[in-house]
Protein backbone atom coordinates (compact mmCIF):
# COMPACT_ATOMS: atom_id res chain seq x y z
CA UNK A 1 0.00 0.00 0.00
CA UNK A 2 1.37 3.50 -1.25
CA UNK A 3 0.77 6.21 1.70
CA UNK A 4 0.27 9.45 0.46
CA UNK A 5 -0.95 12.81 1.20
CA UNK A 6 -2.89 15.28 -1.09
CA UNK A 7 -1.91 18.91 -0.40
CA UNK A 8 -3.73 21.59 -2.15
CA UNK A 9 -5.50 25.16 -0.80
CA UNK A 10 -8.60 24.49 -2.78
CA UNK A 11 -11.23 22.26 -0.78
CA UNK A 12 -12.82 21.19 -3.87
CA UNK A 13 -9.44 19.40 -5.74
CA UNK A 14 -8.83 18.51 -1.91
CA UNK A 15 -12.45 16.32 -2.32
CA UNK A 16 -11.79 15.62 -6.05
CA UNK A 17 -7.94 14.25 -5.01
CA UNK A 18 -9.23 12.26 -2.04
CA UNK A 19 -12.79 10.48 -4.33
CA UNK A 20 -9.86 9.56 -6.77
CA UNK A 21 -7.50 7.96 -4.24
CA UNK A 22 -10.38 6.07 -2.85
CA UNK A 23 -10.75 4.26 -6.01
CA UNK A 24 -7.44 3.05 -6.67
CA UNK A 25 -6.87 -0.25 -3.80
CA UNK A 26 -3.30 0.57 -3.94
CA UNK A 27 -3.49 3.98 -2.65
CA UNK A 28 -4.02 5.20 0.93
CA UNK A 29 -4.50 8.79 1.80
CA UNK A 30 -2.40 9.54 5.22
CA UNK A 31 -3.84 13.31 4.75
CA UNK A 32 -5.45 15.50 3.27
CA UNK A 33 -3.62 19.29 3.79
CA UNK A 34 -4.59 22.83 2.52
CA UNK A 35 -1.16 24.37 3.07
CA UNK A 36 2.48 23.28 2.78
CA UNK A 37 3.14 24.23 6.48
CA UNK A 38 0.25 21.15 7.00
CA UNK A 39 2.31 18.84 4.87
CA UNK A 40 5.41 19.53 6.01
CA UNK A 41 3.55 18.73 9.33
CA UNK A 42 2.28 15.21 8.29
CA UNK A 43 5.73 14.77 6.80
CA UNK A 44 7.61 14.88 10.04
CA UNK A 45 5.10 12.62 11.71
CA UNK A 46 4.50 9.58 9.58
CA UNK A 47 5.82 7.18 7.11
CA UNK A 48 4.75 8.87 3.62
CA UNK A 49 5.75 7.64 0.46
CA UNK A 50 4.22 9.72 -2.11
CA UNK A 51 2.22 13.47 -2.36
CA UNK A 52 0.19 14.99 -4.63
CA UNK A 53 0.70 18.36 -4.60
CA UNK A 54 -0.64 21.53 -5.70
CA UNK A 55 2.02 24.11 -7.12
CA UNK A 56 0.42 27.59 -7.36
CA UNK A 57 -0.17 27.66 -3.42
CA UNK A 58 0.38 30.85 -1.20
CA UNK A 59 2.48 31.53 0.91
CA UNK A 60 4.72 28.36 0.39
CA UNK A 61 3.98 27.01 -3.43
CA UNK A 62 4.24 23.43 -3.70
CA UNK A 63 7.36 23.80 -5.48
CA UNK A 64 9.19 25.52 -2.73
CA UNK A 65 7.84 22.86 -0.53
CA UNK A 66 9.11 19.80 -2.16
CA UNK A 67 12.52 21.64 -2.36
CA UNK A 68 13.09 22.04 1.09
CA UNK A 69 12.43 18.50 1.97
CA UNK A 70 15.89 16.80 2.25
CA UNK A 71 14.33 13.29 1.54
CA UNK A 72 11.09 13.57 0.16
CA UNK A 73 8.53 10.90 -0.82
CA UNK A 74 7.34 10.48 -4.68
CA UNK A 75 5.73 13.41 -5.81
CA UNK A 76 2.88 14.13 -8.52
CA UNK A 77 2.30 17.88 -9.26
CA UNK A 78 -0.87 19.32 -9.63
CA UNK A 79 -1.69 22.26 -11.51
CA UNK A 80 -3.90 24.55 -13.59
CA UNK A 81 -0.69 26.01 -15.45
CA UNK A 82 1.22 24.26 -18.18
CA UNK A 83 3.69 26.60 -17.73
CA UNK A 84 5.03 24.71 -14.38
CA UNK A 85 5.27 20.97 -16.64
CA UNK A 86 9.21 21.80 -16.89
CA UNK A 87 10.38 23.02 -13.96
CA UNK A 88 7.88 20.38 -12.15
CA UNK A 89 10.54 17.72 -13.41
CA UNK A 90 13.78 19.46 -12.51
CA UNK A 91 12.68 17.92 -9.13
CA UNK A 92 12.02 14.68 -10.20
CA UNK A 93 9.00 14.66 -10.16
CA UNK A 94 7.06 11.45 -10.95
CA UNK A 95 4.16 12.54 -12.88
CA UNK A 96 2.62 16.11 -13.71
CA UNK A 97 -1.42 16.28 -13.57
CA UNK A 98 -3.04 19.27 -15.50
CA UNK A 99 -6.31 20.64 -13.79
CA UNK A 100 -8.84 19.40 -14.33
CA UNK A 101 -7.73 16.22 -13.90
CA UNK A 102 -9.83 13.40 -15.15
CA UNK A 103 -9.75 9.84 -13.66
CA UNK A 104 -7.74 8.33 -16.33
CA UNK A 105 -4.78 10.90 -16.14
CA UNK A 106 -4.79 9.66 -12.12
CA UNK A 107 -4.78 6.70 -12.79
CA UNK A 108 -1.65 6.99 -15.25
CA UNK A 109 0.01 8.84 -12.50
CA UNK A 110 -0.89 5.98 -9.98
CA UNK A 111 0.44 3.66 -11.97
CA UNK A 112 3.74 5.27 -12.11
CA UNK A 113 4.10 6.10 -8.69
CA UNK A 114 3.28 1.93 -7.88
CA UNK A 115 5.96 0.87 -10.14
CA UNK A 116 8.41 2.99 -8.55
CA UNK A 117 7.19 1.81 -5.67
CA UNK A 118 7.62 -1.29 -5.98
CA UNK A 119 11.19 -1.54 -7.59
CA UNK A 120 12.01 0.92 -4.69
CA UNK A 121 10.55 -1.83 -1.90
CA UNK A 122 11.41 -4.93 -4.15
CA UNK A 123 14.57 -4.37 -4.46
CA UNK A 124 16.80 -2.81 -1.69
CA UNK A 125 20.13 -3.92 -1.48
CA UNK A 126 20.34 -4.85 -5.40
CA UNK A 127 23.03 -2.66 -5.68
CA UNK A 128 25.41 -5.22 -5.01
CA UNK A 129 24.68 -7.30 -8.68
CA UNK A 130 28.61 -7.03 -8.86
CA UNK A 131 28.92 -9.86 -6.28
CA UNK A 132 26.32 -11.66 -7.19
CA UNK A 133 27.80 -12.43 -10.35
CA UNK A 134 28.62 -16.09 -10.68
CA UNK A 135 30.99 -17.30 -13.62
CA UNK A 136 29.45 -16.85 -17.03
CA UNK A 137 25.99 -15.41 -15.39
CA UNK A 138 25.00 -12.35 -13.16
CA UNK A 139 22.10 -12.30 -10.67
CA UNK A 140 20.04 -9.40 -10.76
CA UNK A 141 16.75 -8.76 -8.85
CA UNK A 142 13.86 -7.63 -10.51
CA UNK A 143 10.48 -7.41 -8.83
CA UNK A 144 9.98 -9.80 -6.05
CA UNK A 145 12.30 -12.29 -7.92
CA UNK A 146 15.82 -13.27 -8.11
CA UNK A 147 17.04 -13.84 -12.28
CA UNK A 148 20.08 -15.15 -14.03
CA UNK A 149 21.04 -13.61 -16.62
CA UNK A 150 23.93 -15.29 -19.12
CA UNK A 151 26.28 -12.73 -19.66
CA UNK A 152 26.76 -13.81 -23.30
CA UNK A 153 23.43 -13.30 -23.96
CA UNK A 154 22.96 -9.93 -22.76
CA UNK A 155 22.57 -7.42 -25.96
CA UNK A 156 23.05 -4.16 -24.34
CA UNK A 157 22.00 -2.48 -20.92
CA UNK A 158 20.29 1.14 -20.64
CA UNK A 159 20.30 3.03 -17.97
CA UNK A 160 16.83 4.76 -16.88
CA UNK A 161 17.46 7.34 -14.01
CA UNK A 162 17.32 4.86 -10.68
CA UNK A 163 16.86 1.89 -12.59
CA UNK A 164 18.12 -0.14 -15.56
CA UNK A 165 16.91 -2.30 -18.28
CA UNK A 166 18.95 -5.18 -19.80
CA UNK A 167 17.87 -6.27 -22.81
CA UNK A 168 18.51 -10.19 -23.39
CA UNK A 169 18.46 -11.84 -26.85
CA UNK A 170 15.38 -13.70 -27.52
CA UNK A 171 13.06 -11.85 -24.90
CA UNK A 172 10.96 -9.84 -26.16
CA UNK A 173 10.83 -7.30 -23.15
CA UNK A 174 14.26 -6.32 -20.72
CA UNK A 175 14.84 -7.40 -17.41
CA UNK A 176 14.13 -3.97 -15.41
CA UNK A 177 16.56 -3.80 -11.80
CA UNK A 178 17.06 -0.98 -9.44
CA UNK A 179 20.63 -0.27 -10.53
CA UNK A 180 22.88 1.90 -11.32
CA UNK A 181 25.09 1.93 -14.81
CA UNK A 182 28.07 2.11 -12.73
CA UNK A 183 27.37 -1.31 -10.79
CA UNK A 184 26.63 -3.21 -13.80
CA UNK A 185 29.54 -1.60 -15.83
CA UNK A 186 31.85 -3.05 -12.83
CA UNK A 187 29.67 -6.43 -13.14
CA UNK A 188 30.50 -7.26 -16.71
CA UNK A 189 33.51 -8.37 -18.50
CA UNK A 190 35.50 -4.97 -19.78
CA UNK A 191 36.53 -6.92 -23.05
CA UNK A 192 33.07 -7.93 -24.10
CA UNK A 193 31.28 -4.92 -22.80
CA UNK A 194 31.62 -1.05 -23.78
CA UNK A 195 30.27 2.18 -22.56
CA UNK A 196 29.12 3.79 -25.99
CA UNK A 197 26.72 6.48 -24.06
CA UNK A 198 26.05 7.84 -20.99
CA UNK A 199 22.57 5.68 -21.34
CA UNK A 200 23.78 2.71 -22.79
CA UNK A 201 26.28 -0.31 -22.26
CA UNK A 202 26.94 -2.36 -24.92
CA UNK A 203 27.75 -6.21 -26.05
CA UNK A 204 30.15 -5.50 -28.32
CA UNK A 205 29.88 -9.13 -30.19
CA UNK A 206 26.29 -8.17 -30.29
CA UNK A 207 26.47 -5.40 -32.43
CA UNK A 208 25.69 -5.99 -36.41
CA UNK A 209 26.43 -2.93 -37.84
CA UNK A 210 28.13 0.20 -36.91
CA UNK A 211 26.06 3.13 -38.97
CA UNK A 212 27.54 7.18 -39.01
CA UNK A 213 27.42 7.78 -35.20
CA UNK A 214 25.20 4.67 -34.23
CA UNK A 215 24.88 1.05 -33.43
CA UNK A 216 22.92 -1.05 -34.88
CA UNK A 217 21.38 -4.83 -33.47
CA UNK A 218 20.02 -7.31 -35.66
CA UNK A 219 16.51 -6.79 -34.04
CA UNK A 220 16.97 -2.88 -36.01
CA UNK A 221 17.46 -0.90 -32.79
CA UNK A 222 19.85 1.91 -33.07
CA UNK A 223 22.37 2.65 -29.96
CA UNK A 224 23.62 6.36 -30.52
CA UNK A 225 27.63 6.75 -29.64
CA UNK A 226 27.82 9.84 -27.31
CA UNK A 227 30.92 12.02 -27.94
CA UNK A 228 32.32 11.42 -24.73
CA UNK A 229 32.85 7.57 -25.33
CA UNK A 230 32.97 7.49 -29.51
CA UNK A 231 37.25 7.64 -29.57
CA UNK A 232 37.32 4.71 -27.43
CA UNK A 233 34.37 2.63 -29.53
CA UNK A 234 36.04 3.49 -32.90
CA UNK A 235 39.21 2.73 -31.71
CA UNK A 236 38.38 -0.74 -31.36
CA UNK A 237 36.50 -0.69 -34.44
CA UNK A 238 39.68 0.35 -36.07
CA UNK A 239 41.31 -2.07 -33.65
CA UNK A 240 38.86 -5.01 -35.20
CA UNK A 241 39.38 -4.70 -38.65
CA UNK A 242 39.84 -7.45 -41.32
CA UNK A 243 43.12 -6.77 -43.00
CA UNK A 244 44.16 -4.15 -40.98
CA UNK A 245 47.91 -3.62 -41.21
CA UNK A 246 50.04 -3.95 -38.65
Given at each position: ???????????L???Q???????V?F???VG???????????????N??A???D?????????QL?????????????TA????????????A?????????F?DF?R???????????????QGS??V???????????KS?Y?I?R?????????E?????VRI?VE?????V?????M?K?E?????E??MR???S??????K??E???M?????N??Y?????????????Y???????K?H
Open positions: MIRCIIVDDEPAVAMEKYVERPLENSCSSAAEAMEVLSNGVDMFVISMPDISGMVRTLSNPPMVVFTYSEYAVEGFKVDVDYLLKPIGDLAAGKLNEMYTLRNAQETSEARCGDSLFVDRIVPIDTIMYVSMSEYFGQAKPISLLSKVEALPAMFVHRYLVNLNIKVSKRIVYDNVIPIGDMYKDAFFAVEDHFVGK
